[in-house]
């Protein structure tokens, strides 16, 4: 007379708990890449925001601002021509606003899981800097 088994056998165990495994891992990495992304995306249309504050402030005064960093230039920008300058997603990253003339500026971020470099110069000062925005 055979017996019945309720039970599992080991290699059925072990076998469910890879899958589980393997499912938990692809979502993991899925969600870690569309959060990076997500902050990227938010670290541009940010800066997009400030060009436009920016823009609005040359139309009425004539130039861009004489300012040395995001910290005096959110005093000129903020409350008259953005609501409340932008910050990192991250906090861990800054961005740099560097003044050329009363008619160039360019403004700098770093965005996470793209190649490092100087593409935004020395001038603004954000190490391994490789996104800019600069008036059009």
């Not at 055979?2 to 979502?27: D, N, Q, W």
């Not at 959110?74 to 003044?99: H, N, R």
């Amino acid at each position: 007379m055979k017996r019945k088994t309720l039970g599992f056998s080991l290699i059925e165990l072990l076998v469910a708990v890879t899958i589980m495994i393997v499912i938990s891992a692809v979502g993991t990495i899925s969600y870690r890449s569309s959060s990076l992304s997500a902050r990227n995306n938010r670290r541009r249309a940010d800066l997009e925001q400030v060009r436009m504050a920016l823009e609005l402030y040359r139309e009425e005064i004539g130039g861009y601002p004489n300012v040395t960093s995001m910290t005096l230039l959110k005093g000129v920008l903020e409350t008259t021509y953005i609501k409340e300058m932008p910050v990192d997603p991250k906090d861990s990253f800054v961005y740099a606003y560097s003044y050329v003339d009363p008619y160039n500026y360019t403004i700098c971020a770093y965005l996470e899981g793209e190649a490092a470099g100087s593409y935004c110069g020395s001038a603004c000062g954000v190490s391994g800097c490789n996104y800019r925005v600069s008036n059009p």
